[in-house]
């Protein structure tokens, strides 16, 4: 930093730190480092709904909670497979559909996943359609008159440009681009125009898109069109990938965001940290760090000269790994604080930092409800082990950094709800000793006889500055990587049930490897037919950034054109054949979210000889799904 200033380093972290740790990340880097360079793989999975609620409703945070689905009689599923990346929730709407006949679960989707099996009904969408299948749902709704004009005149702006707008959609023409019959989604439009209670859960699917923003804002017309939101049963539910996504967002962590919903680029805001936090104005940067992506663009241009990442995988996780590798590579400094080792990012690190997991330190959490959770210390950390938190202030003290001294996890929490004081995450009545007593307690509470807000905008306020929702339409755009003679297939990628993030837990445990021992990719039969590929067989992936090569899985549940394979797997388990050397990095105007779920790719199937001169280092780690 002396040599080359501020803007010179970084803070990578994760949904996996604690809100104690996220705030404290935020509080040295952007307060004392006076870099706004800290993000999050947050920014990987979540950041298009933060954009898209804050365009639409003035504020980041879901409306609703669990209880919802109780309450709700129709479900739309669009762009998670929660039967295999949300279990635990999507085994609570499975048990209310079989209770109750009544509600009705809608999964749109590119491919036949566990979660569309179980539907009522499953649209099975092209990739990349969601704007013009939700815009269709808009003008469909528009016609039948299904329409709550009472709510739209009292509670948002801007539908006359919305209406405007849906006049002049074609239906037929979005439907064609959407790759669905028009009576599929007549049929989706006259539930959701008859509905009581009309809930929505999406996550990768809308979000990791350059338009993520965009469909999130298209899902949220539709629910301020019917007046679903703002009441039980109803409203946008994103649902969160990591144990503390929410709690990173709510405490600053993302390169655009300060504690408590604040903005980097708000005076106001920065000013109101610098006084709390002691420093002089002008100490926080006016202008938004490096995100996600661009921080590993910096690294290798030599703009960034170290980064600090904590957490997280991202010599996995992140697109376009071949340049992954070369940033990190040509970086001065890699720091790497974790609690597991070797990763695929540990082994590339210079320095170390053993953490804390999750039973060895007290902690605090957000759900996907916003419901904040404490939880207890259960057993030592080993060795040299710290928690999180700890680690940073005892970085901040080595350099004699002033506002660092704290006595245990509780006094960081205690500081850092004050911050949410006045603000839409008010935390001000959730303090340390109610957490210990109570354990869970859901946000806005403004004070310690509050007993917590399992929903938002109950009164029809919502948290813009004149407390209307916003209508923004959006229109179709194609993703940034289209298909052609050179590369014809889709390729699109998602979770298994088996496993988590990276494989850095649950490659330990025998049981789920048993079941997912490897990756592979989905075909279509027609697909597999034409190319002679049969199942088992060693297919080639080649996309503009890479090449790897995975067993075939001959099945039905992938369209013909498309292929899927899952995301979990990096080079210590499936040693030059992780998919995100063949993503692209493209991001959202936007949010700065990456493409994860689509790029083009060509397909081979691989000569047996070469195959069989192979095979011996694949048939460890890749022989799973491959029957169908």
């Not at 679960?105 to 179980?118: G, K, L, M, N, Q």
């Not at 850095?504 to 079941?515: E, F, G, H, Q, S």
């Amino acid at each position: 930093m002396d040599r080359h200033g501020p803007d010179a380093v970084a803070f990578y972290g994760s949904g996996q730190l604690d809100t104690e740790s996220s705030y404290l990340a935020c509080k040295l880097f952007k307060g004392h480092l006076h870099t706004n360079n800290t993000d999050s793989n947050s920014r990987l999975c979540m950041a298009s709904t933060v954009a898209g609620y804050r365009g639409s409703l003035g504020s980041d945070g879901p409306p609703t909670c669990y209880e919802d689905i109780d309450l709700a009689d129709v479900i739309l599923v669009i762009g998670s497979n929660m039967a295999e990346a949300h279990p635990v929730v999507f085994d609570r709407v499975r048990a209310v559909r079989q209770a109750n006949r009544q509600q009705t679960v809608i999964v749109v989707d590119p491919r036949r996943t566990a979660t569309a099996r179980v539907a009522d009904m499953h649209l099975p969408i092209r990739p990349g359609g969601d704007i013009a299948f939700l815009n269709a749902l808009g003008r469909l709704l528009l016609d039948s008159g299904s329409v709550d004009r009472s709510f739209i005149d009292a509670h948002t702006k801007g539908f006359g440009d919305y209406l405007a707008f849906l006049w002049e959609q074609d239906v037929d023409e979005l439907c064609d681009i959407c790759g669905l019959e028009r009576e599929q989604v007549e049929a989706v439009a006259r539930l959701l125009g008859q509905s009581k209670g009309f809930l929505s859960f999406y996550c990768m699917g809308l979000n990791q898109s350059t338009v993520g923003t965009w469909k999130n804002n298209s899902l949220i017309n539709l629910h301020l069109l019917t007046g679903q939101i703002g009441k039980p049963g109803a409203g946008p539910f994103s649902l969160t990938g990591q144990p503390n996504a929410m709690g990173g967002r709510e405490a600053g962590l993302l390169s655009h965001q300060l504690p408590g919903y604040r903005a980097v680029e708000d005076q106001q805001h920065r000013r109101e940290l610098e006084d709390f936090w002691s420093q002089p104005h002008g100490s926080i940067a006016p202008k938004m760090g490096l995100t996600a992506v661009e921080m590993f663009r910096a690294l290798e241009t030599g703009k960034l000269k170290a980064i600090w990442i904590a957490a997280t995988n991202p010599v996995v996780s992140l697109p376009d790994l071949h340049h992954v590798r070369r940033a990190l590579a040509r970086a001065e400094l890699v720091v790497v604080q974790d609690a597991y080792h070797p990763t695929e990012t540990s082994e590339l690190a210079d320095v170390l930092l053993p953490a804390a997991q999750w039973g060895e330190k007290e902690w605090t959490s957000t759900s996907s409800e916003r419901l904040v959770s404490f939880s207890p210390r259960l057993f030592a950390p080993p060795g040299e082990a710290l928690p999180d938190w700890r680690i940073l202030a005892d970085f901040a003290g080595i350099y004699g950094l002033p506002g660092f001294d704290y006595a245990d996890s509780g006094a960081v929490w205690d500081e850092y709800r004050l911050l949410t004081t006045a603000r839409p995450c008010d935390m001000t009545g959730i303090t340390r000793e109610r957490l210990r007593n109570e354990r869970h307690v859901y946000w806005p509470c403004p004070s310690e006889d509050h007993p917590g807000s399992p929903r938002r905008y109950l009164d029809g306020a919502f948290a813009t500055p004149d407390g209307n929702a916003r209508f923004l339409p959006r229109t179709h755009c194609d993703p940034r990587e289209g298909t052609d003679h050179e590369f014809p297939f889709i390729l699109t990628t998602g979770r298994l049930y088996s496993h988590w993030h990276t494989l850095t837990r649950t490659a330990k445990c025998p049981k789920l490897v048993r079941r997912e021992p490897g990756p592979y990719v989905d075909m279509n039969p027609q697909d597999a037919a034409r190319l002679d590929v049969s199942a088992g067989e060693l297919v080639q992936l080649s996309s503009r950034r890479g090449t790897i090569r995975l067993p075939a899985s001959i099945c039905d549940t992938v369209a013909v054109g498309t292929v899927f394979v899952p995301m979990h797997w990096g080079d210590l388990h499936a040693p030059d054949n992780a998919i995100n050397y063949l993503t692209i990095s493209a991001t959202d105007t936007l949010s700065k979210q990456p493409e994860l779920k689509f790029c083009a790719v060509a397909l081979e199937k691989v000569p047996n000889d070469f195959a069989a001169a192979v095979g011996s280092g694949l048939d460890q780690t890749s022989t799973a799904a491959v029957s169908g």
